[in-house]
């Protein structure tokens, strides 16, 4: 029985005009998506809308509907793009560290997924917050509902943290397979590596203190992570001649 011969990791230069194409196309999705992260922290700030877990989120939705929306578009988008931009890695990657490319990619598209299914908290604010304001609603039911929002609220707030810890973990398994693809070096694998345990750490604080906002640091480096490396990706298809 005769096995195939085993794929070496390529410098970008004797890269295949597919995967060119991949790389150009993959690293355009990673900063497209933190083009669409950044947008939604302007709609946020450009229209002084109110922490998500704060009442007046409830009370005053109507009046922060369409800028809900709109966060929540760009929020999305931003994460699908990075799943494009995570697979296109897995593809470059894998004959450098195939285990951890592919073990990787799982990680971080699974926790990238969780991300997006706690995406559009507004389709649970909106139908609560119309009862909550409804001229026919009595006042000893506003406490209940109240209830009510914080639970959805929760839910919501399970799924974003367990995602942000899982994203990182997955950065940090496409970092080691980076050490061994010469198209992306040493120095944007430590990179990774260094971004993935910072925001795995920072996952993992407000798992243990729910009342903390560490997750913060885990958002922030898989943005990060998306940056640099989606540049390094599109360059690296950019400068490869097709073999």
Wanted: glycine content about 10%; aromatic content about 6%; hydrophobic content about 50%.
């Amino acid at each position: 029985m005769t096995t195939s011969p085993a794929v070496e990791a390529r410098p970008a230069e004797q890269w295949s005009a597919g995967e060119r194409q991949l790389s150009r196309w993959g690293g355009a999705a990673g900063l497209a998506g933190f083009a669409m992260l950044l947008g939604s922290v302007v709609v946020v700030v450009s229209m002084g809308l109110p922490d998500a877990s704060d009442l007046e989120t409830l009370t005053d939705f109507a009046d922060i509907e369409s800028g809900r929306i709109a966060e929540h578009f760009f929020y999305l988008s931003a994460l699908m793009l990075f799943a494009l931009h995570i697979s296109a890695l897995h593809r470059l990657l894998r004959a450098g560290h195939p285990p951890a490319a592919l073990f990787g990619t799982v990680v971080a598209t699974t926790g990238l997924g969780i991300m997006a299914a706690s995406s559009l908290l507004h389709v649970s604010t909106a139908p609560l917050a119309d009862l909550y304001t409804a001229s026919d609603t009595p006042a000893e039911d506003l406490p209940a509902i109240e209830y009510a929002w914080h639970g959805a609220q929760s839910v919501f707030d399970t799924m974003l943290v367990t995602g942000v810890l899982l994203v990182p973990i997955g950065i940090v398994l496409l970092g080691v397979a980076m050490r061994r693809t010469p198209a992306f070096g040493t120095n944007i694998a430590a990179f990774s590596i260094v971004v993935g345990i910072a925001g795995t750490l920072g996952a993992a604080i407000e798992v243990v203190d729910t009342t903390s906002d560490a997750s913060a640091a885990a958002v922030l480096a898989i943005a990060v992570f998306h940056l640099v490396v989606g540049w390094r990706t599109l360059r690296c298809g950019r400068e490869a001649t097709p073999t």
